[in-house]
């Protein structure tokens, strides 16, 4: 019998060699217990093998094949060398069907297939010149009856996440010696007994995950295992919204004459949205205990404004105030419209980046209305550095789009006060589940419309085939007084390379449009010449911006309003939203065209919501429902937990559950 900490190298149920020990330290391995909560990522029901194909599959088969012929070949092109088993179905092949498999740039294969050999094989068929073939298949080797059932084989088989060094079948193994050795009492329920209807014990649910008795059986363990995650999870930011609370803030709200005086130097009436927003914004800033709010807002919603709002009243009240925003372009942006909105009533703006700083050293001579209110900086998480910013005390910490910072950024701009309010902004909507599941230690408030006078957006999906088109449709726009942007979002883990295609495809336009005066911007431009290039945009001096993904975040040009964006079937629907809301800021009609790859037209399924709808929360369910939840939060960088469980769009019951056990546990604890 094993206990949970029983180190796996104790266990004698795996060979411990350098490789295999890497590995299972990449997989965060080290103890029975982590064995046991490394899921399966997928099945493969080996109770029945699928019926050998003739053709190309839609999905993937199981097949039960023997080895006829292998060998290395020679190819054309970038995979050279690949190896290459023709196998038939076990017990002969009635119409004479093969099925080649083959394996690309992996020489190990050719020491493990041989001609004889039967396997269990699992992937997608397709045709390759007369061939049916499969490319790098999931396979075993079959020792034994394949009917019978065991770790691999004759039942339902989980598909475990790997890592270099350790084979499935190996890893398999492990798993399974390990789930008959652990007792249920080393497996003890954490959920108050009857949470859940399906009466499951923690150690049925967990042994279920790993080897489910039937398709069926898996979904009642998983909900079990999701709700005992969201439960903990609840618990935890429910104590985190406790202690926040008792941290002992302070009143950080002035009487409103500066808030007044901002509102009526507007050109425009606040939308409903803005008004419910800010006032719950004041009822927390007036309050002593520390504020912690989210807002969300769609792209355009107008959330620099609440902020401002929020700012008026923490530095009447004499204290200072901190807007903090993930690029200098942004950060500057925000600096010259809180300018433009704070300079008139007499209060001071400062601008702190890693770049620069305008405004400097408070002035040696403040004008007397500055001087009876606190100070206002904004930045970038330079803003983090220094110890002399906030000289009145750091009132009010307002953080734009979040999601982009640490939570080790967001801490360190908070701890520059004592217990100052917080208000953390984000364009990215998140959907309801996810909320409550994960900023249930936020009060949040939603911006949920749009400033009136916003013109449609007309989104269409378009192939590059048809840049031409493209360009002169840009063209008329331009000749109507208009200006546009032409967005290569590459992938950013190749700077280089996306400076270089941004570059050339800058070259592209010029000559596809050589009446019109382009500019190009990309992330690896100095400060100044960031700053250089939007001012052209900004002023109207260059009519088309080719950029990069550096204008995803608030950038607010009205007058741009067609947008062409290169390779958008590489991005989320989420992102490519966030870059659309850069246009549809003016009455005039907006364009916004997805450009795919011909070659990518089951794209064209994927970001067809973006052309039916420009309501964020709808596509950040679609996103959330295509990619899941770590990608939609950005979990790696805000350091949100990673759940193994959740499928979170149908579990809003789930978490409303989850969230009354979490309070009857801290009720009755
Ligand atoms: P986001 O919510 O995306 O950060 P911004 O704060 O950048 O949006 O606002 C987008 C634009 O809407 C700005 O040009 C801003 O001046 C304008 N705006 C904000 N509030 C209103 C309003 N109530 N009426 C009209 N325009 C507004
Ligand atoms: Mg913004």
Redesign the pocket.
């Known amino acids: 019998m094993l206990s949970l900490d029983t180190p796996i190298a104790d266990t004698g149920l795996i060979r411990i060699d350098k490789k295999s020990s890497s590995a299972l330290d990449k997989l965060k391995l080290t103890t029975v217990g982590d064995v046991l909560s490394h899921f399966p990522r997928r099945y493969e029901d080996r109770t029945q093998f699928d019926i050998f194909p003739e053709g190309p599959m839609e999905t993937p088969v199981c097949l039960h094949v023997v080895v006829t012929d292998a060998q290395n070949r020679f190819g054309r092109g970038k995979f050279r060398r690949y190896f290459e088993a023709t196998t038939e179905p076990v017990g002969g092949s009635i119409l004479g069907n093969k099925l080649t498999l083959r394996w690309f740039n992996l020489s190990y294969i050719q020491k493990i297939i041989a001609v004889g050999q039967e396997l269990v094989v699992y992937g997608q068929t397709k045709t390759s010149g007369r061939k049916l073939v499969m490319d790098h298949p999931d396979f075993e080797i079959v020792e034994g009856d394949p009917g019978t059932p065991s770790a691999h084989m004759g039942r339902i088989i989980p598909i475990y996440p790997l890592a270099s060094g350790i084979g499935q079948k190996q890893l398999r193994s492990l798993q399974y010696e390990v789930l008959q050795r652990v007792p249920d009492s080393e497996i003890p329920d954490w959920l108050p007994p009857g949470s859940e209807d399906s009466g499951l014990s923690r150690a049925a649910a967990i042994k279920t995950v790993h080897y489910p008795s039937s398709l069926d059986s898996l979904e009642p363990a998983r909900r079990y295992l999701a709700l005992e995650e969201f439960a903990k999870l609840q618990l935890e930011l429910m104590q985190r919204k406790a202690e926040q609370r008792d941290r002992g803030g302070r009143q950080h709200c002035g009487k409103g004459e500066l808030f007044a005086s901002l509102i009526d130097g507007?050109?425009?009436?606040?939308?409903g949205a803005?008004e419910r927003t800010i006032s719950e914004i004041r009822g927390d800033l007036a309050s002593s205990h520390p504020m912690v709010r989210l807002l969300q807002?769609?792209?355009?919603?107008?959330?620099?404004?609440?902020?401002a709002a929020a700012i008026s009243l923490v530095i009447e009240a004499g204290f200072d105030a901190a807007l903090m925003a993930p690029t200098q372009i942004l950060a500057e942006?925000h600096f010259s419209?809180l300018q433009s909105l704070f300079e008139p009533l007499g209060v001071e703006v400062r601008l702190k980046t890693g770049a620069k700083q305008a405004g400097g050293e408070l002035p040696l001579f403040q004008s007397i209305e500055s001087r009876r209110y606190g100070s206002v900086v904004v930045g970038t998480h330079a803003l983090i550095h220094g110890d002399d910013d906030f000289p009145n005390g750091l009132g009010l910490a307002v953080i734009?789009e979040q999601h982009k910072f640490g939570v080790a950024q967001r801490q360190a701009l908070i701890s520059k006060g004592d217990a100052p309010d917080v208000l953390v902004?984000t364009?990215t909507p998140i959907p309801r589940t996810l909320a409550l599941a994960f900023y249930s230690d936020l009060d949040v408030s939603i911006?949920d419309e749009l400033?009136?006078?916003r013109g449609k957006i007309v989104t269409g999906i378009r192939s590059t085939e048809q840049v031409k088109d493209a360009a002169s449709f840009v063209m008329d726009q331009l000749n109507a007084g208009r200006q546009a942007y032409v967005v290569y979002p590459l992938i950013e883990e190749s700077e280089k390379q996306a400076l270089g295609a941004a570059t050339v495809e800058f070259e592209k336009w010029k000559k596809l449009l050589p009446d019109a005066k382009l500019a190009l911007l990309h992330g690896r431009m100095s400060p100044d010449e960031k700053d250089a290039v939007m001012d052209q945009f900004r002023t109207g001096d260059a009519k088309v911006l080719i950029s990069t993904t550096v204008i995803e975040v608030?950038v607010?040009v009205?007058n741009a309003n067609t947008m062409l964006i290169f390779h958008a079937d590489r991005f989320g629907l989420a992102q490519l939203h966030q870059l659309r809301?850069r246009i549809g800021?003016s009455e005039n009609k907006s364009y916004c065209v997805l450009m795919i790859d011909p070659a990518q037209d089951d794209a064209r399924k994927r970001l067809k919501i973006l052309e039916e709808t420009r309501d964020g929360f709808r596509i950040a369910e679609e996103d959330l429902r295509l990619r899941g939840p770590g990608e939609v939060l950005g979990t790696q960088q805000s350091g949100l937990p990673d759940l193994q469980f959740p499928e979170y769009l149908g579990d809003s019951r789930l978490v409303e559950q989850a969230r009354q056990i979490a309070l009857e546990m801290i009720a009755s604890s």
Do not use: E, N, Y
């Open positions: 507007l050109p425009f009436p606040l939308t803005q807002g769609d792209v355009g919603a107008g959330k620099t404004l609440v902020a942006q419209t734009d902004m364009a911006l400033p009136p006078g608030g607010d009205p809301g800021r």
